[in-house]
């Protein structure tokens, strides 16, 4: 059973940045496909970045491409969400996904293992 913690999250002004952690439990980093969701207000769940369980793919959505980068830990067994020049429209709570299917790909149906969230409030 994988379970999985998100931290991080907070109240950011526009243009600062913020790094999410996902602490990962039961399963090896190395051994899942991992990815970033979140959901905003009034809005579906929506796909933000994954990586591959080799770690040598990543997948950005088009609005975070060059701000965000997703990145993991294998020491710490920690999948990590660098947030730069962050704007209101990143406002959502964030959620951590893992599965040990190979190329889990962008859908939320993909991942069968899911955090609780983290929330990020960018507002001046």
């Known amino acids: 059973q994988v379970q999985l913690v998100e931290s991080g999250g907070g109240l950011a002004q526009p243009g600062e940045s913020l790094t999410l952690s996902c602490s990962v439990s039961?399963?090896?980093?190395?051994?899942?496909?991992m990815a970033w969701f979140r959901q905003a207000p009034g809005k579906e769940r929506e796909f933000v970045a994954n990586?591959?369980?080799?770690?040598?793919?990543?997948t950005y959505v088009d609005s975070v491409k060059g701000r965000f980068t997703i990145s993991r830990d294998g020491a710490k067994n920690t999948l990590y969400l660098g947030m730069n020049s962050l704007k209101p429209e990143d406002t959502a709570v964030y959620y951590c996904?893992?599965?040990?299917?190979?190329?889990?790909?962008?859908?939320?149906?993909?991942?069968?293992?899911w955090g609780r969230g983290t929330q990020v409030t960018v507002s001046s």
């Open positions: 990586i591959n369980w080799i770690g040598d793919s990543r």
């Open positions: 996904a893992a599965t040990r299917n190979r190329w889990a790909g962008t859908r939320s149906d993909s991942y069968n293992s």
């Open positions: 039961g399963r090896a980093v190395y051994n899942l496909d």
